[in-house]
């Protein structure tokens, strides 16, 4: 059982790496790349591709013994998919309706912004605390 752990252990930092690291991939994405469309789908697929991994690191997570301690993973997980099946719809039917809710575009941009943040952060202080042990 210590195997698995520590693999788990190492799955959870991986998670929080790649988490961290599409925050400033994106960043250069958009600064790199002169149509913002192109950029923009890209960035689009990255963060799906974080919703999905977060789901299968919190559901590898239910399968430990120590699940329970696991809580802020499951926060950050929570958050990307509210992100990725909640916000992502809203933001794209803004885009094209110019607002959704009285919100614009770019307001629905900055709530998913905040979210995917507090997902970094809950992974962090996932890792700081130790919890998941």
């Given at each position: ?76 997980a929570a958050l990307l998919a509210v992100n ?26 900055g709530v998913s912004a905040v979210l995917y ?17």
């Open positions: 059982m210590n195997v698995i752990r520590s693999l788990f252990r190492v799955l959870l930092v991986l998670w929080a790496g790649s988490l961290w690291s599409v925050n400033w991939v994106t960043w250069i994405l958009f600064h790199a790349q002169n149509d913002r469309h192109a950029a923009g789908v890209v960035a689009g697929q990255l963060f799906t591709v974080e919703a999905y991994v977060g789901l299968g690191v919190a559901a590898l997570a239910l399968l430990l013994p120590g699940r329970s301690k696991f809580v802020w993973g499951y926060v950050a990725q099946w909640v916000l992502r719809p809203v933001m794209a039917s803004a885009h094209i309706r110019g607002a959704v809710a009285g919100l614009s575009f770019g307001a629905w941009h943040v507090l997902a970094c952060l809950a992974v962090l202080l996932l890792i700081w605390k130790e919890d998941f042990r």
